[in-house]
């Protein structure tokens, strides 16, 4: 079934299956599967909190899991579409991974 289809305590099961395996996998040090969790458990979360956060377009945010940053330039679904600082490139994130940014 997809995120987009799923009731909110389907996603909040879907979520805490993703953690179950991310932490399995954190543990056997399998870097690109632990990241892989993490991707689909944004994602996930992205869908169960579409309705209720605020993304402004122009503004930086910090992104978790990351030591980067970036500039929304446009939202699509649950994605967010910007700039990352460091390397200037346009990337897509999950709403779900954007953290306000502290003021500098």
């Known amino acids: 079934m997809l995120y987009s289809e799923m009731s909110k305590e389907e996603l909040r099961r879907e979520m805490a299956e993703l953690q179950r395996k991310g932490r399995e996998a954190y543990e056997r040090e399998n870097w ?6 993490m991707t689909r458990w944004y994602l996930a979360k992205s869908y169960e909190i579409k309705d209720d956060v605020h993304i402004e377009i122009g503004r930086t945010y910090r992104i978790a899991e990351e030591y980067d940053r970036l500039t929304v330039t446009a939202i699509e679904g649950v994605m967010a579409w910007g700039i990352r600082q460091m390397t200037g490139e346009t990337t897509a994130v999950p709403i779900a991974q954007l953290e306000e940014a502290d003021e500098a």
Do not use: C, D, L, T
């Open 32 to 37: 690109s599967e632990y990241e892989i969790y």
